[in-house]
DNA sequence: CGGTATCCTTCACGATACTG
DNA sequence: CAGTATCGTGAAGGATACCG
């Protein structure tokens, strides 16, 4: 890839939009959790801290976004099961990435 | 890297430590502007919509973080150039990905 | 030029209660 | 079980004015 000015403008607005995705203050912890599938109330278990109303808000922009997949079974009491799309799976490379860089910031940071 | 659940807790850490660094509104923004050193009032008007404050704030975080380098050119009137750091040069293959990741994200969503 | 300081608004988020 | 609805709060961010 080249950075001459010309890119610069499409790269911001790209990245960005990865930001925009993956941003929230839950959504990598959500889809980290969601490398395996999980029913609401384990997601509520597995993120201590989040509330209700966050974990339902995030999922359904997670949702809105391609990267999450909701499927419900129509039984009593409700079963909802959350699940990565394709798409979502994608960003895992991108996960390992940020982790990678993190452990080094970290040991940068601690010296 | 493995994936197993021993790895979750620290994948999960650092890659919020990593979404702290960069996951601010401008971060990314002023990163791209960066990859060349900059001064004060260049970075204002290349971010358009970004006020005085902001960036200021946000290049003050960059800093502790340890991304950017602030040099201060003690002179009438006043010179100060940002850059980044070895460290925040390190993001670069991280936007990369970003960037990547974004395309596909947008062409299958324009779909 | 490159900032601070101050005030003000908005809204993200938490807490709580209720429901199919 | 898996939500929705409502209310309240604090912090983030914008606008404006001032300063070394």
């Known amino acids: 890839m080249h ?6 403008a499409r790269l911001t607005c790209e990245v960005e939009s990865t930001i925009k ?3 929230g203050r839950w959504k990598v912890l959500i889809i980290r959790e969601l490398m395996t599938v999980k ?3 384990e997601l509520l278990r597995a993120l201590p801290g989040i509330t209700q109303k966050m974990l339902t808000q995030q ?3 997670l949702e809105d976004d391609g ?12 079963k909802v099961e959350y699940e990565l799309t394709p798409l979502g799976e994608t960003l895992k490379p991108l996960l390992y990435a940020m982790h ?3 452990v080094k910031y970290l040991q940068q940071k601690n010296q």
């Open 3 to 8: 950075l001459d000015s010309k890119n610069h």
């Open 21 to 23: 995705v993956i941003g």
């Open 39 to 41: 029913r609401f109330g």
């Open 59 to 61: 999922l359904r922009e």
């Open 67 to 78: 990267i999450v997949r909701r499927q419900v079974y129509p039984q009593i009491p409700p």
């Open 100 to 102: 990678e860089w993190g």
